[in-house]
């Protein structure tokens, strides 16, 4: 029987950039996808015939972009647009415009504050500070400070070294930063409360927790450092919807020589005399290899598709008790056009943007009380986009699809297993909030698709759904990632490797993690590093 020199478990987007670099360093790679279609939740679906939606995640903007020229993911078909602006529509009628031209910004803010207005400046050079020292370290491997190894050495002074550059009022302020909540942040600069609600969102996008509970300005900076075409913090849609980013990985990899097989779920990770020796999969199907490299999250790595006895009982207590919740779900909506919302100028800009629901900070507060009811929140924060204004791909010709990314949705209701009935009532939740801001809007509607946190975990296999692959709280980043001891990609057992979002940098569409774990690889099986080396400012 051939016996592979990698195998990696999930066609994600990690699971494929790792194994694209794998194959680049001429490994024969085998990459398994328990799905008929590839991507995770990097995935665009065609459920209906002319539509494709982008079942899970939507716009893109963390994708590293050392991996993009590399891996050359346009020649292998990935486009990536920019889009502008934001909405906050208001109670009152009335609505918060963001847009990317500074002096319109502006002039919006000072609608509501002239002094939030000027204090914007400088909250985005702030939060643009934060981002540029986190990003000098998303591509590359979390030092253990508990190591005496040169490499750990190195990279700590690299960290201590970046960390003293700052001035003494700036390491205090990074971090007061990476503890404290997106809400206390906000206070230190805003006094409009829509205008804090309308920034606050950004805080609590796939997180366990509400804009007051600390650790949530951490998360803002992971929706701020990622970039498109160089415009750091900018957002864009990926031509076709964002399976195109998972298509464009797939095809380098076979490109390279790898080979993927679809419909193939692993079962369990074989493991003999304490080192990994293949997979079984649901199948029955054994496939031995040398290393394989798991793109899951930890928690279905270890405790789902491993024999207990394989792993040290503190790894085990320390996967088990990783923070994984649930807490967003996803409505994608089918229109047989352009719905209308009044409170905007006529073909205003802001319809290509991201367009929210919720404005206040006591609204927001409130859909994280739900959540913690053990529901979904009755009063979501939405994140709604309608990719079809660009990108004429998705949908039939004068025909729209609108993405609705929902907090808060917990994977269970009130700890039991959600009813269709309820699933419906959360998708109509979200419906009757946008109607509420545009009269056209339900009559337009042709189909939708409703994923509660749970179903997202069905479908798609992230454990309760959680976007991240697991909470983006200082416990678990950096050399905490997934758990002390283990953020360097190896896993507990020899030739046994992580490379999925619970892994540093975390969750996201960035490709660091599966690009990080194949670096480790390479250097454990000596052979030279083919991947990008560090951070390159554009
Ligand atoms: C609803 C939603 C909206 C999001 N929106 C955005 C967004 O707009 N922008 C953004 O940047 N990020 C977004 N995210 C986050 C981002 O999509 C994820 O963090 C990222 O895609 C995870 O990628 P991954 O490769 O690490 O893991 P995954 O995408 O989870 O890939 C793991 C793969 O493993 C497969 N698998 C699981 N079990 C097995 C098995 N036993 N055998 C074989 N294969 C298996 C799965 O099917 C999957 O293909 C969103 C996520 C969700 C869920």
């Not at 204090?119 to 370290?137: G, I, L, N, P």
């Not at 190894?149 to 930063?177: C, H, T, V």
């Not at 409009?192 to 609590?204: N, P, Q, Y």
């Amino acid at each position: 029987m051939k016996t592979y020199d990698a195998i990696v478990i999930g066609a994600g987007h990690n699971g494929l950039t790792n194994a694209a670099y794998l194959a680049k360093s001429g490994l024969d790679v085998l990459c398994l996808e328990r799905n008929d279609y590839i991507g995770g939740a990097t995935v665009t679906r065609n459920l209906y015939k002319d539509w494709y939606y982008s079942s899970c995640s939507y716009v893109c903007s963390l994708l590293r972009p050392e991996i993009y020229r590399d891996l050359e993911l346009a020649r292998h078909g990935l486009q990536i647009t920019p889009y502008g602006g934001g909405t906050v529509f208001m109670e009152n009628g009335d609505y918060l415009g963001s847009y990317p031209d500074p002096e319109v910004h502006h002039r919006e803010y000072a609608r509501f504050s002239l002094a939030d207005a000027d204090a914007y400046e400088r909250y985005s050079a702030d939060t643009m500070r934060q981002c540029r020292f986190v990003r000098d370290f998303l591509l590359s491997t979390p030092a253990d400070p508990t190591s005496f190894k040169p490499k750990d050495l190195k990279e700590l002074a690299r960290l201590g070294n970046k960390f003293f550059e700052m001035s003494e009022q700036r390491m205090y302020d990074a971090i007061r930063f990476w503890t404290m909540s997106v809400a206390e942040y906000l206070d230190e600069y805003f006094e409009t409360d829509v205008i804090k609600a309308a920034l606050s969102g950004s805080g609590i996008i796939g997180t366990a927790l509400g804009i007051h509970s600390p650790g949530t300005a951490y998360v803002l900076l992971h929706h701020y450092m990622g970039e498109v075409d160089g415009n750091m913090g900018a957002w864009g849609f990926a031509r076709g919807g964002m399976g195109a980013v998972a298509d464009a990985l797939s095809n380098s990899f076979q490109s390279l020589g790898g080979e993927l097989r679809t419909d193939a779920g692993v079962d369990q990770i074989v493991v003999k005399n304490g080192k990994v020796k293949g997979v079984a999969l649901t199948s029955g199907e054994e496939i031995d290899a040398r290393i394989v490299v798991s793109g899951m999250d930890v928690k279905r790595t270890f405790l789902k598709c491993m024999d207990k006895n394989d792993l040290d009982a503190d790894f085990y207590h320390r996967i088990k008790h990783f923070k994984i919740r649930g807490s967003s779900g996803k409505v994608n909506i089918a229109l047989d056009g352009m719905p209308t919302f009044p409170a905007l100028p006529k073909k205003s800009p802001l319809l290509d943007g991201d367009m929210h629901f919720i404005d206040s900070m006591e609204r927001m507060e409130r859909a994280y009380d739900d959540w913690k009811e053990g529901t979904w929140s009755k009063d979501p924060y939405v994140d709604m986009v309608i990719p079809t204004s660009t990108d004429p791909t998705m949908a039939p010709p004068g025909k729209h699809f609108m993405s609705c990314f929902v907090q808060y949705c917990p994977a269970q209701i009130e700890g039991r297993a959600w009813t269709s009935e309820e699933r419906d009532q959360f998708g109509q939740t979200v419906i009757d909030q946008i109607a509420g801001y545009s009269p056209d809007f339900k009559d337009l509607i042709l189909h939708a698709e409703v994923r509660t946190a749970q179903d997202i975990e069905d479908q798609s296999g992230l454990t309760e759904g959680n976007i991240f692959h697991g909470e983006l709280t200082m416990d678990q980043l950096m050399f905490n990632r997934p758990i002390p001891g283990y953020a360097q990609y190896r896993g507990p057992v020899a030739g046994l490797y992580m490379c999925g979002s619970s892994t540093h940098p975390g969750g996201g569409v960035m490709s660091a993690p599966g690009c990080n774990a194949a670096r480790e690889i390479l250097f454990d099986l000596k052979r030279p590093d083919v991947t990008p080396v560090n951070f390159s400012e554009d």
